[in-house]
């Protein structure tokens, strides 16, 4: 199986800290890749430099094959073929929900309006938010925002989706909104790599988990090693905290 | 939906605060008018008030200067009217200049900050006096003097309103630009469609600010000659030695300004409850 998505040796630090220290990860077309690891071990700043919202200090990204850190191609191109979900939904407050989901297919991909509206009205149809269309994102509850902006980062129908943290933010009862969605994206075989903290999740619907420890890929393999069997002592103490 | 009825306890406190509402604007009506008639009072039984009143009070002199000031203070509102324009054009494009990342805009960028720190610095009466008299003179054609107030306003006030615009585009969190490049939007994009759009709520009460302050200094135009508000006053002043028509022309500026300063506030109290919706403090 050859990767859609594919970093090897990954660097970058702010300053004098090192978040990333040669970070290897791929991701198969169709793959579901979830990454864990504690706070600070790296996990939303490798999901930036992927989707090349960052530059990298060292490493190289490809992409279908195409070295997409190379800084002679058009990085905002690039963008375009990426959908990425953020912990705060990240919605534009001062566009309706419908204008917030047809954006990039108009501006960035030249899609008529009424062509796009038709598709993102059918889209958020999907997921019962039709009705909000035309409302403003403070006007919806925290599940519907994040339901949002997972419709508005697929609406391009992007290769591959970043997901970073998308239901930290939520209350208990709305993460399963979200993760029902990204479960029923993952069926219609979306390339997701996601980070998350949902452990149960992550063993449901991902192909692969990749643990990520102070910067680094310490351990990675499918859910059922990798989280009931973990070889490392560091994967099994960080497992233990959410066990508890 | 059945509509709720309300039970006999809120009928009680509704009549009780509708009973307290009309008895507090009786209150307020009736300490207004006693300290205006203790004012009043005060004011006309001051020694040398008739003085004052006659040199600048004088309803027959304020009436009859008015017609002359009225002609003056149009051309205020002419320069004001262009101002508005210009000055909304140049600082957005000396702001968005001062935004540019990248090492080719260097010099755009430094030469944007260097305006606005000089223009800022400058008074605005000498700004006034160089392009006033200053321009004239090299040009050696005769520039309306409406034009010249135009660009002394323009040039000073450009760079103080493209600061608020500046502020107001970094206050728009970066988490937005971030999500606007994620789905691909070009730097200009962004900023057109992402970030401009917030920054102008957040910066509409400190540009009003400015506006407010420029629509008065368009009156100090009167020193290029021209027969604004202003210098008809003075006009008529040096005629019958009566400081009335001054303050014809000044009040004429206060009820420009009025309808501006009460929009802000009502801008600022909507953004204010919007931004808290659903709660009472």
């Known amino acids: 199986m050859t990767a859609l998505l594919r970093a090897t040796g990954l660097w970058k630090a702010f300053g004098e800290r090192e978040v990333l220290r040669g970070v290897d990860v791929e991701v198969a077309k169709h793959e579901v890749v979830a990454l864990i690891g504690a706070s600070g071990s790296g996990k939303s700043t490798l999901l930036r430099c992927l989707g090349l919202l960052e530059t990298i200090d060292d490493g ?40 917030n989901v047809t954006l990039a297919s108009r501006i960035v991909h030249d899609v008529p309006r009424r062509e796009a509206e038709q598709r993102g009205l059918a889209l958020l149809d999907r997921i019962g938010l039709a009705d909000l269309a035309k409302e403003h994102p403070d006007r919806l509850s925290g599940g519907q925002q994040q339901r949002a902006a997972i419709v508005r980062a697929i609406a391009t129908e992007p290769e591959v989706l970043l997901l970073d943290e998308i239901t930290s933010a939520l209350d208990p009862e709305l993460v399963g909104e979200v993760l029902g969605l990204v479960s029923e994206l993952a069926a219609d075989g979306a390339t997701i790599l996601m980070a998350t ?21 310490l351990e990675e393999g499918p859910p059922e090693q990798v989280l009931a069997a973990p070889r490392e002592e560091r994967t099994r103490e960080f497992l233990s905290r959410f066990l508890a | 939906m059945t509509v709720h009825q309300p039970s006999e306890l809120e009928l009680d406190r509704r009549r009780y605060r509708r009973s307290r509402g009309r008895r507090s604007v009786l209150v307020a009506i009736g300490s207004t008018l006693a300290f205006a008639l203790i004012v009043w009072l005060t004011i006309v039984n001051t020694p040398g008030w008739s003085q004052v009143q006659r040199a600048f009070f004088d309803p027959e002199i304020a009436w009859a200067s008015l017609p002359r000031v009225w002609d003056g203070f149009l051309l205020n509102l002419q320069v004001m009217g262009l101002s508005v ?89 970066p988490s937005q630009r971030l999500a606007a490049r994620a789905l691909g939007l070009r730097h200009g994009q962004t900023m057109r469609r992402i970030v401009l759009p917030q920054a102008l709520r957040k910066m509409t009460p400190p540009l009003m600010n400015d506006f407010v302050s420029m629509q008065k200094d368009v009156g100090l135009i009167s020193i290029l000659g021209a027969v604004d508000a202003v210098r008809a006053a003075q006009i008529i002043q040096g005629q019958i030695y009566n400081f009335t028509p001054y303050v014809v022309a000044g009040l004429l500026f206060v009820l420009l300004a009025i309808p501006t300063i009460r929009l802000t506030d009502w801008y600022t109290a909507r953004l204010r409850t919007r931004e808290q919706s659903g709660s009472l403090l």
């Open chain 2, 85 to 173: 324009i210009t000055v909304g054009a140049c600082a957005l494009v000396i702001a968005v200049l001062r935004t540019l990342r990248g090492p080719v805009f260097f010099p755009l960028r430094a030469l944007a900050a260097a305006y606005t720190d000089l223009f800022r610095g400058i008074p605005f009466i000498i700004v006034l006096y160089i392009v006033g008299f200053g321009i004239p003179t090299i040009v050696g054609v005769r520039i309306p003097p409406i034009v010249l107030g135009v660009i002394a306003v323009t040039l000073t006030y450009s760079a103080y309103v493209s600061e608020v615009i500046r502020a107001g585009i970094e206050a728009v969190h």
């Open chain 1, 197 to 217: 903290h949902e452990m149960a999740f992550a063993r449901e619907v991902a192909h692969r988990i990749v643990f990520l420890d102070g910067g680094e890929v």
């Open chain 1, 60 to 99: 190289q990204i490809l992409l279908a094959d195409q070295d997409i850190s190379d800084p002679r191609v058009d990085a905002n191109r690039i963008r375009a073929r990426f959908g990425a979900v953020f912990q705060s939904y990240n919605l534009f407050p001062h566009l309706s929900v419908l204008e």
